[in-house]
């Protein structure tokens, strides 16, 4: 539970590293609430060293490093108050124990949203691959679940940014109510649910919400 206090986080700057450009503007607008957001190329993160193997075709680079070299890439410009969130399509993985998992946020700053692991991170709906192996990308699940490109993308983006720069101005982690935007989600459509959503539950005084985009 958090009460008023003095606020942590003042500026936001997105780094936007995503081939699709209306991920960042809603994300900018999705975050406003927060502090002022102000939006920047993609930052030139050497990210050769985070290169952990691949996946599905994607190159997987691993989350703690990947944030290391974006704190080197970002240098200086890090002042007290200022949260940089690198929005980008790499897969960012971390790994537990022999287990490798796709991550759609990490965070505190330099904070990252990977496009790649909120299609590859939550799971797919039941079905997802029988109806694949059966019918390829034309199968009636089509539309359960996202795919590169997918429009609602944009919205469990900023349902995972929200979260980030939360953890930054609370310290605190997910919440409870898979009704809240600060819900932990293991399934593609809980986080689907809270992009549509896009609400924040009353465990949470004093934090501005999320504001939703048009
Ligand atoms: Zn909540």
Redesign the pocket.
């Known amino acids: 539970m958090r009460g008023r206090g003095p606020r942590r986080v003042g500026r936001i700057i997105i780094h936007d590293g995503c081939a699709d450009g209306r991920i960042s503007g809603a994300v900018a607008s999705c975050l406003s609430g927060l502090g002022g957001v102000e939006t920047r190329g993609g930052a030139a993160v050497d990210a050769g060293g985070a290169l952990m193997g691949a996946h599905g075709g994607a190159a997987m680079y691993e989350g703690h490093a990947l944030r290391s070299a974006l704190s080197r890439a970002i240098g200086a410009d890090q002042g007290i108050g200022t949260v940089h969130m690198l929005l980008t399509d790499m897969l960012v993985c971390t790994r537990e124990g022999d287990r490798i998992h796709a991550r759609t946020m990490m965070a505190p700053s330099p904070a990252i949203v990977s496009i790649r692991g909120i299609i590859e991170g939550p799971a797919r709906p039941p079905g997802y691959y029988a109806d694949l192996a059966e019918f390829g990308r034309a199968g009636p699940a089509r539309g359960r679940y996202l795919e590169e490109g997918d429009p609602r993308i944009a919205g469990a983006a900023c349902v995972c940014a929200y979260q980030a720069a939360a953890y930054c101005e609370t310290g605190e982690g997910p919440?409870?109510?898979p009704g809240?935007?600060?819900?932990d989600a293991h399934l593609q459509g809980e986080l689907l649910g809270q992009a549509a959503g896009m609400r924040?539950?009353?465990?949470?005084p004093g934090l501005p919400g999320p504001r939703t985009f048009t």
Do not use: N
């Open positions: 919440c409870g109510d809240c935007v600060l819900y924040l539950c009353g465990r949470h």
